[in-house]
């Protein structure tokens, strides 16, 4: 369990060599191997959705990977949303509605909601509100962040 | 340019945050440093036998293995300067247990190792022997022994006003109530994590991934390890929630610290979130035998509460605060005559308990309001009715209350219109109409309900705190601050007042804080005191330094300074907008130091100054509720609810909003989902975020708020009252009247959380 492996992840585009032991989790590799901090760790058991990530464009919760299971894939984490200063829809609305308070909870759900509008840029909100369910934020109340998303999900669609 | 104190700017924290580049614990690193795991007790009341680290020392990677015999020269986690009681000290937490284990999760011993995995692996492998002693679980059992000769009881405190025994014996009626609270915490989502690091050139100690009160935990840090004041440097970075619980000093800060200058390597720890659930700070948990006496109309003669504490394995950074917070605000915003309140301060083997966001003021207001609406039950009179007449009124400002115990400081209430934000609140939320509605709805057969929860805050509690604003050389505006950041806005709301007081654009203000080598003094971010606390330290500090660029401009442009005016860092004659000006910023390199200009001023441009407040600021709100009980299930359903609160002034409206919505949802996690429960030895049942439910969008109602500038505080400058807390403060109150109103039996729930098998068990027992 703890011989180390030669994997290459594909974290945002950009390709790393590292070398892991089997049982490291994706969150790990990600925020240690890659030094993509962005992506946080909540639970390590798969509830809070802190660490979602997209893998191969679908949200997942990078605590519950391990990295081995992830070499060929896209993964695409918060680090990857801004254009430079650019910032995404999603980011701008996030801001705009003071939908963060302790940041914490903020690139798990961004990267969710990402996910989520991507899959499906015309989702109705009883669905949407049912898919942001997934996460938890202990600051905001989450209503919020629902009118972020809302909002960028407008804004997207027109843009 | 306009003004921005008050307005809903957008906040400065923001962008590193949403790009993922957010400075937390776990993303802090040093070269070379080693992870600790923390070897915990699997029981919760245990003599420890024997320890074994050599298999663990064995494994490769490991570093080294430490248990209380490493460290014996150490003494237990202190409570801060301001809360020493000799007669809580013996129940303080060692930072490795001796002899003794009292909580599940207590650290015995700690593992030293290259990678956080072989941590991990080797803290499996610390042989522990136990023998198991039975467990005390609950505060209410007889108390039992401590250690040798040391009870369980460690405190019998009261709080007493007024003659009691004379307002029950000429009462109308006495109501008399057994309420509990559950054991709920903050649970942020970002753990504990701390970092130590030893710089020997400097022989300097640093503590980074602090929180909500560095300096005090740096006062505490260098009485436990005899270090000088300018030996030990506390570091907050992002913080990723407080409410209460973070930033408290606990075993492993202690820890990190004395590994790092001992093994030579920096050390660093990350709670796991089950660690998290078993040992950070928990509170809440509270039995009361309430007792009121009241006239014919529902007017209160006296109060009267005996209160059992449960305080968990050992007392810790607050000493016996949450119980006397507790007492001292039982009566809130009501006109009370005579009160006296007991509260048995026990020990039992479960997780230590402190500050949790509005400490003892949710389980006071829960157990007050429950109090009124069964006198409103009782006497058959409205609920609203009931309060209104007791309520403190609008011109009985400053209203004092004085305890009879000589170690109990009065309270003050600044200011206020109790009245005036119920009616406000009632009528925005439409109550007087629901009243129709939900009896239609009853008599259809549905179990619907509305509830009330009057609350009173505390915020602001001095005694001092200061700050120290620059100007650099291109108009740069450095604020550095004492205060602490736990996510809540404050870089925010210090750069929306100085930016007003000095006439500067706030995006252009850098907010330093929780740094203790930027500044020597600091209150930091507890019991709702930042805004007012360090938003009075900057607001006295920019209207100094104001003074002193206006009196260097007057100079350099040959005008008188009250003639001019300082406009988005341009300094200029207010009634002459075409004539000459300069920035602030050329100011500053005007002061530099060596400047022919200065003459007898002293070089830069920069102030510093403090804000002593001399008394507490008291602001208040209402909580509403409206409920739909499920019969089959117990489930509730909250189908809206309010917070309305008088905030004095609002720096920033929809940070205000933030903190109230957001403590509306924690408020209601506790009232219905949250629930640290243990079994009869002990043993915690709710471990991961799948047993302890924090509540998801899928249980969020729409919170509706309305924030209230009716009642400004007369305590300092701005009028500001603080909005940390309010939002959490009567949710329980509310929740628990609207049930028993929608199941139609007056004082039904005693006991929060409201889970489904409780509601059904009450259901059950009524042959509803």
Redesign the interface.
């Known amino acids: 369990m703890t011989a180390k492996t030669d994997i290459t992840l594909t974290v945002n585009g950009r390709d790393y060599a590292v070398t892991v032991e089997p049982r490291r989790t994706l969150a790990d590799a990600i925020r240690e191997d890659c030094g993509q901090t962005g992506t946080h760790l909540g639970c390590e058991h798969g509830v809070c959705g802190t660490c979602t990530v997209l893998l191969d464009g679908q949200p997942v919760r990078s605590c519950l990977l391990f990295a081995v299971q992830c070499q060929g894939k896209s993964i695409r984490t918060v680090e990857s949303l801004a254009d430079g200063d650019d910032l995404h829809p999603l980011q701008e609305a996030f801001v705009k509605h003071h939908a963060l308070q302790c940041g914490y909870c903020t690139p798990g759900f961004l990267m969710l909601a990402a996910g989520i509008l991507e899959n499906d840029p015309d989702i109705n909100d009883a669905d949407l509100r049912e898919a942001l369910s997934s996460n938890l934020c202990r600051c905001t109340g989450y209503a919020n962040i629902v009118k972020a998303v809302r909002a960028a999900a407008d804004d997207m669609k027109s843009g | 340019m306009d003004k921005v104190l008050g307005k809903?700017v957008?906040?400065l924290?923001?962008?590193p945050?949403?790009?993922?580049?957010?400075r937390?614990a776990?993303?802090i690193n040093f070269p070379h440093q080693l992870h600790m795991r923390m070897v915990r007790s699997p029981h919760a009341h245990a003599l420890i036998k024997s320890v074994d680290t050599g298999e663990a020392l064995a494994l490769p990677g490991v570093f080294a293995v430490w248990t209380s015999a490493d460290i014996a020269e150490l003494g237990p986690v202190d409570f801060r300067a301001d809360r020493a009681s000799e007669i809580l000290k013996p129940y303080r937490q060692p930072v490795l247990a001796k002899g003794r284990v009292r909580y599940v999760g207590d650290p015995v011993a700690a593992v030293f190792a290259e990678d956080p995995?072989t941590a991990e692996d080797a803290a499996e492998l610390v042989a522990v022997d136990y023998e198991e002693l039975p467990a005390i679980t609950r505060a209410d059992q007889e108390p039992g022994e401590f250690d040798d000769g040391l009870g369980t009881e460690a405190a019998l405190l009261t709080h007493t006003f007024g003659d009691v025994e004379a307002g029950f014996a000429a009462a109308h009626t006495v109501i008399e109530l057994d309420l509990l609270t559950g054991r709920h915490s903050?649970?942020?989502?970002?753990?504990r994590g701390a970092i130590g690091v030893y710089d020997a050139a400097a022989d300097v100690l640093e503590l980074h991934g602090a929180a909500k009160v560095p300096h005090r935990n740096r006062d505490t840090l260098i009485g436990m390890l005899d270090l000088a004041p300018g030996q030990v440097h506390v570091y907050e970075s992002?913080?990723?929630?407080?409410?209460g619980i973070r930033g408290e000093l606990y075993p492993e800060d202690v820890l990190v610290l004395v590994a790092a200058k001992r093994l030579g390597r920096p050390v660093k720890w990350i709670e796991?979130?089950m660690e998290h659930l078993m040992c950070a700070n928990q509170g809440r948990e509270q039995r009361h035998l309430a007792r009121i006496a009241v006239d014919e109309d529902g007017r209160i003669l006296a109060m009267d509460d005996e209160i059992f504490h449960d305080q968990g394995g050992y007392v810790r950074t607050h000493g016996s605060n949450v119980a006397n917070r507790t007492m001292c605000m039982l009566t809130g915003l009501y006109d009370v005559s005579a009160f006296r309140a007991v509260a048995h301060f026990r020990l039992t083997n479960k997780t230590p308990c402190a500050t949790y966001r509005a400490p003892g003021r949710f389980e006071s207001t829960y157990v007050r309001e429950q109090l009124i609406d069964a006198i409103a039950a009782e006497l058959g009179i409205d609920r609203v009715a009931v309060r209104r007449r007791n309520l403190i009124p609008a011109d009985a400002f400053p209203y004092r209350l004085a305890f009879d115990e000589p170690h109990v400081a009065d309270l003050e209430f600044d200011s206020g219109d109790y009245e005036l934000l119920m009616d406000k609140a009632l009528e925005a939320f439409g109550w007087k109409e629901l009243q129709d509605t939900l009896a239609r709805r009853r008599e259809a057969g549905e179990m619907v309900g509305l509830g009330i929860g009057l609350f009173l805050e505390e915020g602001g509690r001095g005694p001092s705190d200061g700050a120290r604003i620059s100007v650099d050389s291109q108009g740069g505006v450095e604020v550095v601050t004492g205060g602490a950041s736990?996510?809540?806005?404050f870089e925010t709301a210090m750069a929306q007042i100085c930016a007003d007081a000095l006439g500067v654009d706030y995006k252009r203000i850098r907010v330093i804080h929780g740094q203790t080598d930027r500044i020597p003094y600091g209150i930091g971010a507890h019991a709702t005191r930042a805004t007012v606390l360090t938003g009075g330290a900057v607001h006295a500090t920019a209207l100094t330094l104001r003074a002193k660029a206006l009196d260097m401009a007057a100079e350099l442009l040959q005008s008188p300074a009250d003639a001019l005016n300082i406009d988005d860092g341009v300094i200029g004659k207010r009634d002459d907008p075409g004539g000459p000006t300069m920035t602030l910023g050329e100011v500053a390199k005007r002061m530099a130091p060596g400047s022919k200009v200065l003459g007898d001023r002293p070089p830069g441009l920069w102030a510093e100054d403090f804000f002593n407040p001399a008394e507490t600021v008291f602001p208040y709100g209402v909580h509403l509720a409206q409920v739909r009980v499920d019969p089959g299930t117990g489930g509730i359903t909250v189908e809206r609810f309010m917070v309305a609160y008088d905030v004095g002034r609002a720096v920033n409206p929809?940070?205000v909003?933030?903190q109230l919505?957001?403590g509306?949802?924690?408020g209601l996690g506790g009232a219905l989902y949250e629930e640290f429960a243990y079994d009869e030895r002990g043993q915690p049942l709710a471990v991961?975020?799948?047993d302890y439910l924090?509540p998801?969008?899928?249980e969020?109602p729409?919170?509706e708020c309305l924030i209230t500038e009716d009642a400004p505080s007369p305590l300092n400058p701005l009028g500001i009252k603080s909005a940390g807390e309010g939002g959490i403060n009567g949710v329980g109150a509310a929740i628990a009247g609207a049930v028993n109103e929608a199941i139609g039996i007056p004082g039904a729930v005693t006991r929060l959380p409201i889970t489904p098998q409780r509601l059904k068990a009450i259901l059950r027992a009524a042959g509803k």
């Open positions: 809903p957008e906040r924290e923001d962008g945050l949403i790009r993922g580049r957010g937390y776990g993303d995995y903050g649970v942020p989502m970002e753990t992002h913080v990723g929630g407080g409410f796991d979130r736990l996510g809540q806005g929809a940070m909003e933030g919505v957001g509306c949802l924690q991961t975020l799948a924090l998801t969008l899928g969020a729409e919170i």
